[in-house]
């Protein structure tokens, strides 16, 4: 770590040797800088190989270093520098730091306290300076306003030589105001509350989530605004290196007509601001003109990364951290070490901050095959379930579900609906205060929250690490002897002498409650039975071109794609993945389930699906989408020479049949040279031997 200070007239060099575990994250912290000026500093981080010296990884990025003989930490209100009217805080409480000598403090008092914006004081007192002390003031008096906590040292003439001051601010009662508790749990109108949001087009709505992303209430939920993420002129302003005055009036305005709105529960500010090129600055700033414009609705962000994690730290209060291990189509569970480290990285970051972020867990519920990988699928159910879990166990406090092609997907149609209930089911034993339960687990890699609730234990329990299957001994003197139930596992396990043994296989999530009126939720096995079957009845008798994975049978070209994504066949594949959609199909992304060509109100179109090898093919059966196709020809391709077998003008219905003598092929064409609208649309390709 080389640090610079501003204009290179000087350099502090630090290193530290270190072995790091493969796929594992691991925390490196340089101390003892000692520092002459003040500004901001170039920090260059590298990371080498001891040996060669060659850099493996290598970032930069500014450290403001500024020496403040006096600093306020405000210990109470927790959130926001704001008293919230549900909060019924009894007592302001802050802590005050002096950074001097005692030499330096000879003679000198310390006089601090809380005043008005017109410089009334409300509160004071004057103590001895000392590195560190709290001072506590009753909060019932203070007036519903802006105020300002300060603290300054005074000479024996009344002379202040230093002052630290901080904002504080007193709310009057706004119905559905939110904040954040000091564990990072959701209080709404003084009561807490388990989010479960979601972020996904109106088709993909899934009822029992409590918080939706839209313009307004949707199906009796609350709602997270768009209003801000949305705009256009304050998307561009987020790119900037600062936001100006018109640009903070313009979200003052947004703000300001969203705020009072029946059912706002959030704002969201950005999604993935390091990939999408946001600015720390400018994301900071709006915070700032947001928290201040509306401090009763908390502001949402999502990252992608561990490094924006850090650098958006103070740019939100709630956090839709996603890592997305992508899945395999053949390992279950791939890479899910990812979600520990990031997990991990996020809860430490914000351990000792004063401004924290509270963890709403971000799963993928999309297929990454729709957007150019390869060798993958969309993420199981025991997938998106048990990341979901294993986020609220390492200490999560609400869920963000980002889905879509519910219908499409049983994994999401069945199994996140599924588990959107096990969610509410177990939301109220969340929301319960740890209860100090000193819970001895001996299992390698496994951890597990206690809570009590209606009298009755329960923990979550989960493997955090790839290490095998294992048995596990979960020990609670409290629990005694008694019988628990493994919730989704139609399963009970008994308690002896406080002592739990169980099998954990990787990543495994078991829940157990003592409580004998246990919620009844459908078995885990019984939703990934119906899952499969699902899948299974999508291949025909007798289809040829069906395949559940990209490429496994088919190569599906087309004259232009829609869903262009990096290849050219992008999401292609689905017209032969056995899914029929409706005639009349609307999605917000429909092109990445049907095929759209690109070339609106032009023809010809066309669409192939090329075989491995040869095949004799009798019939073809098309299923086009919004009744788009009017003329085309269904050719058939041998020896690299196309040949007519169906010719069709003025083409109608949703399932479009050809017969015609069977003959070898390894490639059908869909050659299309007229359409209803602008476009030809394409859902799905059978192609039969007979």
Not at 62 to 76: A, E, K, M, N, Y
Not at 480 to 501: C, H, K, M, P, Y
């Amino acid at each position: 770590v080389d640090l610079y200070a501003p204009g290179n007239v000087e350099v502090m060099c630090k290193s530290s040797a270190l072995e790091l575990p493969a796929g594992r994250q691991e925390p490196v912290i340089f101390e003892g800088f000692n520092f002459s000026t003040a500004g901001d500093f170039l920090c260059d981080v590298r990371l080498c190989d001891p040996i060669t010296k060659r850099t493996l990884h290598r970032r930069q990025y500014t450290i403001p270093v500024h020496f403040q003989p006096l600093t306020i930490r405000l210990l109470d209100p927790h959130y926001k520098n704001a008293i919230f009217a549900t909060m019924k805080l009894e007592n302001v409480r802050y802590q005050v730091n002096v950074a001097l000598t005692a030499q330096e403090l000879e003679g000198k008092k310390l006089l601090t306290g809380i005043r008005d914006t017109n410089g009334t004081i409300l509160f004071s007192e004057v103590a001895a300076p000392a590195a560190e002390s709290v001072f506590t003031f009753p909060a019932a008096t203070l007036p519903e306003e802006r105020m300002q906590i300060f603290a300054a040292l005074e000479d024996p003439t009344g002379n202040s030589s230093d002052e630290a001051t901080a904002a504080l601010r007193k709310l009057p009662y706004l119905e559905g105001e939110v904040y954040l508790a000091k564990d990072g749990t959701f209080i709404r109108d003084g009561k807490p509350f388990f989010p479960l949001m979601q972020w996904a087009a109106n088709e993909d709505f899934i009822e029992g989530v409590n918080v939706f992303l839209d313009w307004k209430p949707y199906r009796d939920t609350l709602y997270i605004s768009p209003a801000i993420s949305f705009n256009k002129e304050i998307a561009k302003a987020c790119r900037a290196d600062s936001i100006n005055s018109e640009d903070a009036a313009k979200l003052r305005e947004i703000v300001g007509a969203e705020m009072r709105k029946p059912g706002l529960f959030a704002y969201y500010l950005s999604d993935e601001p390091e990939v999408f090129g946001d600015t720390v600055n400018a994301l900071n700033q709006f915070y700032q003109v947001i928290t201040d414009t509306d401090p009763w609705h908390p502001v949402i962000l999502s990252n992608n990364s561990v490094t924006g994690i850090y650098d958006y730290a103070n740019a939100g209060d709630v956090n839709g951290a996603h890592s997305y291990p992508k899945p395999h189509r053949t390992k279950p569970f791939n890479d899910f070490e990812k979600i520990v480290n990031f997990v991990d990285a996020f809860h430490g970051h914000f351990k000792a901050r004063t401004h924290f972020q509270s963890l709403a867990w971000l799963a993928q519920g999309f297929d990454y095959s729709n957007y150019a990988a390869v060798n993958t699928c969309i993420p199981r159910y025991l997938e998106m379930r048990n990341q979901h879990l294993m986020s609220l166990i390492a200490g999560g406090r609400g869920i963000i579900l980002y889905n879509r092609f519910n219908e499409h997907y049983p994994e999401i149609g069945v199994g996140l609906v599924e588990h959107v209930k096990e969610l509410q089911a177990y939301a109220p034993a969340f929301l319960e205060p740890d209860p100090g339960a000193a819970l001895k687990i001996e299992g390698e890699g496994i951890r597990a929250i206690v809570r009590k609730h209606r009298g009755h234990w329960w923990i979550f329990a989960a493997g955090f690490r790839r290490v095998g299957e294992q048995m596990v001994r979960l020990t609670l003197p409290e629990l005694g002897n008694a019988s628990f139930r493994v919730l989704t596992e139609d399963r009970n396990v008994a308690a002896v002498n406080g002592v739990i043994q169980d099998k954990f296989e990787d990543f495994a999530v078991h829940v157990y409650t003592s409580d004998p009126e246990y919620p009844q939720l459908r078995s885990g096995n019984d939703i990934k039975a119906e899952i499969k079957r699902i899948n299974a009845a999508r291949k025909k008798p007798g289809n040829l071109a069906f395949q559940m994975f990209e490429h496994e049978t088919v190569q599906v070209t087309a004259s232009s794609n829609k869903a262009l994504n990096v290849r050219p066949d992008n999401c292609l594949w689905h017209v032969a993945d056995g899914v029929v959609q409706p005639s009349d199909f609307k999605h917000y992304y429909s092109e990445q389930v049907v095929w759209t060509d690109a070339t609106p109100n032009q023809s010809p179109d066309w669409i192939e699906l090329t075989f491995k090898e040869p095949v004799a093919i009798a019939r073809v059966i098309v299923y086009p989408v919004d009744n788009s196709l009017r003329n085309y020809r269904v050719q058939l391709r041998s020896n690299g020479e196309y040949q007519d077998v169906a010719d069709i003008e003025e083409a109608k219905g949703t399932a479009q049949e050809h017969r015609f003598p069977q003959q070898k092929a390894d490639a059908v064409r869909i050659f299309i040279t007229a359409t209803r609208g602008a476009n030809a649309k394409i859902s799905e390709i059978e192609v039969y031997e007979k």
